[in-house]
């Protein structure tokens, strides 16, 4: 079965930063690329960033561009992204899923909470 | 950057009836459109690919067409797990790629 763990959301000041992780189980990660897709509360979906399978090449939103970085490690099977510098507006729920143009897998999503 | 706007926001639909979803593109995207459900709690579920193609384990209740810059996700027989929220999102021009602002099918 495949599936999308999401972890390291939490609550974090303004200016802070935290790292999400992903791990990926019942399919090899490396086949895929990868996005990271947020859902502020109440809010629609907005794509964050992607990583090519080889993690060579990095796309960033224009909300996040300098402030938020994806990596990849595929011999753990794992994903990330590290956001820092971070802004009331990044609270939301944080999604990786499988890229293929389209999202076929997602993960439960991991909260992220911007507040003083 | 393509926009992408559905309508309605809320469609109120009966058990049993038929509901049609809009998604229209700023500019063509060709047949590089998804479609997405979100219940509430969860995590987005593929529906469909390439405006038609349904997803792996998508009820033939749903289907999807238009091509362009018009796309349409029709439900031909609502049940009680499919009220919920849908979303579709464009794959042709990116970086960004694009999602509605979604549509609300409730219960009338």
């Known amino acids: 079965e495949v599936q999308l763990v999401e972890s390291g959301g939490g609550l974090v000041q303004p200016g802070g930063s935290l790292r999400l992780s992903c791990v990926a189980s019942?399919?090899?990660?490396?086949?895929?690329?990868m996005n990271w897709v947020r859902q502020a509360p109440g809010k629609g979906l907005e794509w964050v960033a992607y990583i090519y399978t080889s993690g060579t090449t990095k796309y960033f939103a224009d909300s996040v561009k300098g402030r938020f970085t994806i990596s990849r490690d595929n011999a753990k099977n794992s994903l990330y992204l590290e956001m820092n510098s971070l802004r009331d507006e990044d609270t939301a729920v944080y999604y990786c899923a499988t890229h293929s143009g389209w999202y076929a897998y997602w993960g439960q999503g991991t909260l992220v909470t911007v507040s003083s | 950057e393509i926009v992408m706007t559905q309508s309605p926001a809320t469609l109120s639909v009966s058990p049993g009836e038929r509901a049609t979803l809009s998604c229209r593109a700023s500019?063509?995207?060709?047949?590089?459109l998804a479609w997405y459900q979100q219940k509430p709690g969860q995590a987005p579920r593929l529906l469909f690919y390439g405006a038609s193609t349904r997803a792996t384990g998508i009820p033939a209740r749903f289907s999807g067409s238009g091509s362009g810059t018009e796309f349409t996700l029709t439900i031909s027989s609502l049940q009680s797990e499919d009220f919920a929220v849908y979303y579709c999102?464009?794959?042709?021009?990116?970086?960004?790629?694009?999602f509605g602002q979604g549509t609300k099918v409730e219960i009338k």
């Open positions: 999102q464009q794959y042709n021009n990116w970086p960004p790629w694009t």
């Open positions: 019942g399919f090899t990660l490396s086949s895929y690329s």
């Open positions: 500019q063509s995207v060709s047949s590089n």
